[in-house]
């Protein structure tokens, strides 16, 4: 089992991240009153998880921005309980 805990995030939108590779999941934990996490599925976690680490290289950083888009285009799915 592969999973990745990103808990240093440099946003404040976002608290925390976790990646799952074996089950193609993305548990992202909002920084707001509720601490709200949300779980998405991906087709490709580890692709996902280094384009996450493309983003932490990057000058104009954007962790919150990089998920809400992943989010609209459809790179992420919502999983409903």
Do not use: R
Request: proline share 1%.
């Amino acid at each position: 089992m592969t999973v990745k805990n990103y808990q240093e995030i440099p946003s404040s939108a976002i608290k925390s991240i976790v990646i799952d590779t074996e089950k193609n999941t993305v548990a992202v934990e909002y920084n707001n009153s509720s601490n709200k996490s949300y779980t998405y599925s991906t087709e490709d976690a580890a692709s996902f998880d280094q384009q996450l680490l493309s983003e932490f290289d990057s000058e104009d950083i954007s962790v919150g921005k990089f998920i809400n888009q992943s989010v609209n285009e459809g790179t992420l799915q919502l999983l409903v309980d």
